[in-house]
């Protein structure tokens, strides 16, 4: 009847404890299985559950969570069932705690969403009760009274509830009866309780068995054999100061710490007086974890205590006699939780490379939990703060890794992410775990030239395709996006033929010359080149280039005075009067060169006879020497050089006719290249020209006259004295030709003696004005005009 009462009273327990946990759970989605269901089987529909289509699950790329990664559970994404993925073993899971929920959740990533499940593990009687030793020996007092009680070791039940240890049983029992006690912890003990007494002459010794069951159906049961020796008269048993010690260790207390002194006393003398202290719970890891002094009550620490696996222990300590009464009490040790956990992350969802231009992006999800309680399990996260970076809380202890804007590839291509969690605990713990994040590249930046124009030097006469330079650009972008490639713009003036100069290499930017260039023609040119990306849409810049054509010394001197294409060639005439240092004429040249290429030089190669004539090196003056005399010849001829400054140097010649006359009514004699001997019928002409001479003479005086007062105001150079220099930055023997040429800003005029058919005739020269520019471009300048006349004159302003 009592055992009735019980089971009833056990189901009511049951009853409400289910009341409690659906008060508790109500607010969350809840599924129940029993403990030791095969692999495979249903649990339930999760799809239905969370109002979720079963592509939309596949869709979004749901999957279970359980705590420490466990895979108990498979998730069909086809069919939107959760199934067992493995045997559950509750004790395994649970241990001794009740109700046993095992929490997991389903996250949906894509968006982020996560649901949370509790998953009620129900008992089932797959364990026997066992004793943790099979024979107990009693010493009993013979005088014992009836309704003594002798307390047992309980047995041990791993299964729970109702299909836990509810009561004990003994027989033959015709001297003791088993009372079933509840313990602190909700375990049950027996107590062997004697019902008539012992007479130690007629039965010494008695053996019971003593049998535990569980309340599953069927139950299940486990025995022990109790051995009791009946002793003689001992009426006192030992007692312990208090019946409870509570004790609190520190979790990282060392070994051998002493954790608590128990004290019992027996009032009896002699062996019946000592006491010996030894444990009486038959506990696995109370024994495993502290040790007892048998002799003092000392118990100390033999194992390092772990508050994440077991919080309190519950210590029943036997304190006996000699003579075998005993007394009991219970240690009860709390386990106080020290920081010795870190936090530990997990990531669950990870993206390595992002492009750079993407907006606020999630980088990573990740959860963190602590083992420890408390402050010690309470955590913060973080990240560097020098990267454009947050962490964004999710739920519960997620947290999303999101970018705060925009990335720049070409300022950081790579980032590596330090997430940092800390504990409140003392001293803080953290952990830290590392996120590389790769940044793809867009076409965002446009090709850069190294500078914005670019001056090239080429000197005339080149080859064709002569490499006379390079462009470059740079594009921070990579790959097809940083690829160059070079163009000619088109030219600004639609005269430069461009396309027929210059070329480009579209893959490294040198520029190549197509043609020889000549610096006479085209002194500069200027275009535009661009650069563009490989990118799409492809992007570019533009640069511009000058192209400065150096001179080459590619044209000799050009005499233009005296002209050497007359057909009669022009002879100077010089009064024997002349002193030394007379200006006997000028040779006038130019250099279709430029610089020191056009800076020419005079010198007098060859003369009739030397020394009577000089050239003045620097700007072609012809000047006598010295002062004539009669017994100079009366005709000369002088080869003058004319040579420009270049390298190497280019000349050319010219040759001067000379005849010196007494007066300008002398008549003019043949020139050089006439024959020697005149043939015996010319006679009479030379005496007709004398006659003609003659007649003239008079009308020749008066002319001479006005020329001599002509030249007496003509300033001139002291005799002996040179004329002085031009001042000019070239070498003192050279001219610089390359702006009006030598002649001066005074106009020239000479007075030429022309030869033919028998008949001396005088050629009058207007001043000589070359144009340098229809030289170099082939034009012919405009014909001196000629004028016949008896008489010659020159005239020097």
Same mark, same amino acid.
């Given at each position: 009847?009592?055992?009735?009462?019980?089971?009833?009273?056990?189901?009511?327990?049951?009853?409400?404890?289910?009341?409690?946990?659906?008060?508790?759970?109500? +607010?969350?989605?809840? %599924?129940?299985?029993?403990? @030791? =269901?095969?692999?495979?089987?249903?649990?339930?529909?999760?799809? +239905?559950?969370?109002? $979720?289509?079963?592509?939309?699950?596949?869709?979004?790329?749901?999957?279970? *969570?359980?705590?420490?990664?466990?895979?108990?559970?498979?998730?069909?994404?086809?069919?939107?069932?959760?199934?067992?993925?493995? +045997?559950?073993?509750?004790?395994?899971?649970?241990?001794?705690?009740?109700?046993?929920?095992?929490?997991?959740?389903?996250?949906?990533?894509?968006?982020?969403?996560?649901?949370?499940?509790?998953?009620?593990?129900?008992?089932?009687?797959?364990?026997?009760?066992?004793?943790?030793?099979?024979?107990?020996?009693?010493?009993?007092?013979?005088?014992?009274?009836?309704?003594?009680?002798?307390?047992?070791?309980?047995?041990?039940?791993?299964?729970?509830?109702?299909?836990?240890?509810?009561?004990?049983?003994?027989?033959?029992?015709?001297?003791?009866?088993?009372?079933?006690?509840?313990?602190?912890?909700?375990?049950?003990?027996? @107590?062997?309780?004697?019902?008539?007494?012992?007479?130690?002459?007629?039965?010494?010794?008695?053996?019971?068995?003593?049998?535990?069951?569980?309340?599953?159906?069927?139950?299940?049961?486990?025995?022990?054999?109790?051995?009791?020796?009946?002793?003689?008269?001992?009426?006192? /048993?030992?007692?312990?100061?208090?019946?409870?010690?509570?004790?609190?260790?520190?979790?990282?207390?060392?070994?051998?710490?002493?954790?608590?002194?128990?004290?019992?006393?027996?009032?009896?003398?002699? *062996?019946?007086?000592?006491?010996?202290?030894?444990?009486?719970?038959?506990?696995?890891?109370?024994?495993?974890?502290?040790?007892?002094?048998?002799?003092?009550?000392? *118990?100390?620490?033999?194992?390092?205590?772990?508050?994440? +696996?077991? #919080?309190?222990?519950?210590?029943?300590?036997?304190?006996?006699?000699?003579?075998?009464?005993?007394?009991?009490?219970?240690?009860?040790?709390?386990?106080?939780?020290?920081?010795?956990?870190?936090?530990?992350?997990?990531?669950?969802?990870?993206?390595?490379?992002?492009?750079?231009?993407?907006?606020?992006? =999630?980088?990573? $999800?990740?959860?963190?939990?602590?083992?420890?309680?408390?402050?010690?399990?309470?955590?913060?996260?973080?990240?560097?703060?020098? *990267?454009?970076?947050?962490?964004?809380?999710?739920?519960?202890?997620?947290?999303?890794?999101?970018?705060?804007?925009?990335?720049?590839?070409?300022?950081?291509?790579?980032?590596?992410?330090?997430?940092?969690?800390?504990?409140?605990?003392?001293?803080?713990?953290?952990?830290?775990?590392?996120?590389?994040?790769?940044?793809?590249?867009?076409?965002?930046?446009?090709?850069?030239?190294?500078?914005? #124009? %670019?001056?090239?030097?080429?000197? @005339?006469?080149?080859? !064709?395709?002569?490499?006379?330079?390079?462009?470059?650009?740079?594009?921070?972008?990579?790959?097809?996006?940083?690829?160059?490639? %070079?163009?000619?713009?088109?030219?600004?003036?639609?005269?430069?033929?461009?396309?027929?100069?210059? #070329?480009?290499?579209?893959?490294?930017?040198?520029?190549?010359?197509?043609?020889?260039?000549?610096?006479? /023609?085209?002194?500069?040119?200027?275009?535009?080149?661009?650069?563009?990306?490989?990118?799409?849409?492809?992007?570019?810049?533009?640069?511009?280039?000058?192209?400065?054509?150096?001179?080459?010394?590619?044209?000799?001197?050009?005499?233009?005075?005296?002209?050497?294409?007359?057909?009669?060639?022009?002879?100077?005439?010089?009064?024997?009067?002349?002193?030394?240092?007379?200006?006997?004429?000028?040779?006038?040249?130019?250099?279709?060169?430029?610089?020191?290429?056009?800076?020419?030089?005079?010198?007098?190669?060859?003369?009739?006879?030397?020394?009577?004539?000089?050239?003045?090196?620097?700007?072609?003056?012809?000047?006598?020497?010295?002062?004539?005399?009669?017994?100079?010849?009366?005709?000369?001829?002088?080869?003058?050089?004319?040579?420009?400054?270049?390298?190497?140097?280019?000349?050319?010649?010219?040759?001067?006719?000379? $005849?010196?006359?007494?007066?300008?009514?002398?008549?003019?004699?043949?020139?050089?290249?006439?024959?020697?001997?005149? !043939?015996?019928?010319?006679?009479?002409?030379?005496?007709?020209?004398?006659? $003609?001479?003659?007649?003239?003479?008079?009308?020749?005086?008066?002319?001479?006259?006005?020329?001599?007062?002509?030249?007496?105001?003509?300033?001139?150079?002291?005799?002996?004295?040179?004329?002085?220099?031009?001042?000019?930055?070239?070498?003192?023997?050279?001219?610089?030709?390359?702006?009006?040429?030598?002649?001066?800003?005074?106009?020239?005029?000479?007075?030429?003696? &022309?030869?033919? &058919?028998?008949?001396?005739?005088?050629?009058?020269?207007? !001043?000589?004005?070359?144009?340098?520019?229809?030289?170099? =471009?082939?034009?012919?300048?405009?014909? =001196?005009?000629?004028?016949?006349?008896?008489?010659?004159?020159?005239?020097?302003?």
């Amino acid at each position: 009847m009592e055992a009735e009462e019980d089971r009833v009273l056990r189901l009511r327990q049951v009853l409400l404890l289910f009341v409690l946990l659906a008060q508790t759970y109500g +607010k969350q989605e809840g %599924y129940s299985i029993a403990e @030791e =269901t095969e692999s495979g089987s249903f649990v339930a529909n999760l799809s +239905k559950d969370i109002g $979720l289509g079963v592509k939309e699950l596949s869709l979004r790329r749901a999957h279970v *969570i359980f705590k420490n990664n466990k895979n108990h559970f498979q998730l069909n994404l086809q069919t939107g069932d959760l199934r067992v993925n493995e +045997k559950l073993d509750r004790e395994e899971l649970c241990g001794p705690n009740e109700p046993c929920i095992l929490q997991f959740q389903v996250l949906l990533e894509e968006p982020l969403e996560i649901y949370r499940f509790n998953l009620l593990i129900s008992d089932i009687n797959d364990n026997s009760p066992v004793f943790p030793e099979t024979e107990m020996h009693l010493k009993v007092m013979e005088n014992t009274l009836p309704g003594t009680v002798f307390p047992l070791k309980n047995a041990q039940d791993l299964d729970v509830g109702i299909n836990g240890i509810q009561n004990y049983s003994i027989y033959p029992n015709s001297h003791f009866h088993v009372l079933t006690q509840n313990g602190t912890e909700g375990r049950k003990y027996p @107590e062997l309780v004697l019902d008539k007494a012992l007479d130690r002459e007629q039965q010494p010794e008695l053996k019971l068995t003593l049998m535990a069951i569980d309340g599953g159906v069927p139950s299940k049961t486990g025995t022990a054999l109790v051995l009791i020796e009946v002793l003689d008269i001992n009426d006192n /048993a030992p007692e312990f100061s208090q019946p409870v010690y509570h004790v609190q260790m520190s979790e990282n207390s060392p070994l051998g710490s002493l954790i608590v002194i128990v004290s019992a006393r027996d009032i009896d003398m002699g *062996i019946n007086g000592k006491v010996f202290y030894s444990f009486f719970s038959g506990d696995e890891e109370v024994i495993k974890t502290f040790a007892i002094n048998e002799l003092t009550g000392e *118990i100390k620490l033999v194992k390092n205590l772990d508050f994440e +696996k077991i #919080s309190s222990y519950e210590v029943n300590i036997k304190a006996s006699d000699g003579a075998g009464l005993s007394g009991k009490c219970t240690v009860i040790i709390k386990v106080e939780d020290v920081n010795d956990n870190a936090p530990e992350l997990t990531v669950v969802s990870l993206v390595s490379s992002i492009p750079e231009n993407s907006p606020q992006t =999630t980088i990573a $999800l990740f959860s963190i939990q602590d083992k420890d309680s408390g402050n010690n399990g309470r955590m913060i996260c973080s990240i560097q703060e020098d *990267i454009p970076f947050t962490l964004k809380h999710s739920i519960e202890n997620f947290y999303k890794l999101v970018t705060e804007d925009a990335l720049d590839r070409e300022s950081k291509a790579e980032y590596n992410i330090t997430i940092t969690v800390t504990d409140m605990g003392t001293p803080r713990l953290q952990t830290q775990h590392t996120i590389t994040v790769l940044v793809s590249d867009v076409n965002d930046n446009a090709p850069a030239f190294s500078q914005p #124009s %670019y001056t090239l030097l080429v000197g @005339e006469n080149n080859s !064709p395709a002569l490499h006379i330079g390079s462009v470059s650009a740079t594009d921070p972008d990579e790959g097809s996006n940083a690829q160059v490639t %070079y163009s000619l713009l088109p030219p600004q003036d639609p005269q430069l033929p461009l396309a027929s100069l210059v #070329s480009i290499n579209a893959d490294n930017g040198q520029l190549f010359a197509l043609r020889s260039l000549d610096f006479e /023609a085209v002194r500069a040119f200027e275009f535009g080149v661009g650069a563009w990306d490989r990118g799409s849409p492809a992007l570019g810049s533009q640069a511009r280039v000058r192209v400065l054509v150096l001179d080459r010394n590619d044209n000799a001197p050009f005499v233009l005075y005296p002209l050497q294409n007359a057909s009669a060639p022009c002879s100077e005439l010089v009064p024997r009067a002349a002193e030394a240092g007379y200006l006997v004429t000028k040779v006038v040249a130019v250099d279709g060169d430029s610089g020191q290429n056009a800076w020419l030089s005079f010198q007098l190669l060859k003369a009739t006879e030397p020394g009577l004539f000089s050239v003045w090196a620097h700007n072609g003056e012809v000047r006598t020497a010295r002062p004539l005399s009669e017994r100079d010849a009366p005709k000369h001829r002088l080869l003058v050089l004319v040579k420009d400054n270049g390298e190497p140097p280019l000349s050319a010649s010219v040759t001067l006719h000379v $005849l010196l006359v007494d007066g300008f009514s002398q008549p003019f004699l043949p020139l050089p290249d006439a024959p020697a001997d005149a !043939p015996a019928d010319d006679r009479l002409t030379v005496y007709l020209v004398v006659a $003609l001479a003659c007649v003239s003479s008079l009308f020749l005086f008066s002319v001479l006259a006005f020329v001599a007062v002509r030249l007496c105001r003509r300033p001139g150079p002291p005799a002996g004295v040179p004329y002085p220099l031009p001042d000019a930055h070239f070498p003192g023997h050279l001219l610089d030709v390359s702006g009006a040429g030598t002649l001066s800003h005074s106009y020239q005029y000479e007075v030429c003696l &022309a030869g033919g &058919a028998g008949t001396n005739e005088f050629k009058f020269l207007k !001043p000589i004005l070359p144009d340098f520019q229809d030289h170099i =471009t082939g034009t012919n300048s405009e014909e =001196t005009p000629t004028f016949r006349n008896s008489f010659g004159f020159s005239d020097h302003n």
